[in-house]
Every structure is written in C-alpha cells, then in structure tokens.
C-alpha cells in the first residue's frame, strides 16, 4: 500500500526528492498521518517527518529541521519529502509509513538514500 522512490546517490550539500506512493488508505482516509522514518546500518528506526492528511499540521526531527520538508498531494496520493543540504549522517534506507490513531500501521518497502562527503 505504500511504494517510496527517489533516493539515491549525492555529494555533501546535495538534494533529493523522496516520494511515497499510497493506495488503499481510503477508509477514514482524513485519519490517516503519513511520515517517513530512516535506519542506517547499525542503528535503530529513527523518525523523521510527520504530516497531516490536511497538510496543515507537519512534524520535524530536531536533527533534519531546516534542511528536510514534508509534504503531501492527496489528489495523487502522494507524500514527499524534500531533502536539502543532504550531510553524510543522512544515508540511511528512508521508510514511508501510514499511522492511524497513535500507531503507525503500514510500511513501505524503503528507498535507499547514501550521502558522500
């Protein structure tokens, strides 16, 4: 139910557009908060964006604020993240997912983000 894309291979100081593909999040669609977690070799998930299905409300680690921008398009079904100023501690396998209430229900499978200095 949820298809990311877009990672790849950047210099220090890069950018990247990852996108995260939903279908079949259509009952209480308006409920659903999507959000991106990342886990690098070695370490645990780690959140790092959250948006509402308004879009309205949008939620930032401390650790990519200011660099990375959460966003959504519910008319393709789609939520990006736009990532900016991209440091070598950014690679990671990037993973979309889908929270209803407070847990985070679907995953996707994860695009892989790898940031040379």
């Known amino acids: 139910q949820l298809q990311a894309s877009g990672g790849g291979s950047v210099q220090a100081g890069g950018s990247l557009r990852l996108s995260c593909a939903t279908s079949?999040?259509?009952?209480?669609?308006?409920?659903?908060?999507m959000g991106w977690f990342r886990q690098a070799p070695g370490k645990e998930h780690e959140f790092v964006a959250s948006?509402?299905?308004?879009?309205?409300?949008?939620s930032l680690a401390d650790s990519v604020r200011g660099r990375l921008t959460i966003s959504r398009d519910n008319a393709k079904n789609t939520v990006y993240l736009q990532m900016s100023s991209l440091r070598p501690e950014d690679t990671a396998v990037y993973l979309c997912?889908?929270?209803?209430?407070?847990?985070?229900?679907?995953w996707g499978q994860g695009t892989q983000v790898t940031v040379s200095s």
């Open positions: 948006i509402t299905w308004s879009g309205r409300r949008t």
């Open positions: 997912s889908a929270k209803y209430g407070s847990t985070w229900i679907y």
């Open positions: 079949g999040l259509t009952d209480r669609s308006q409920s659903w908060v």
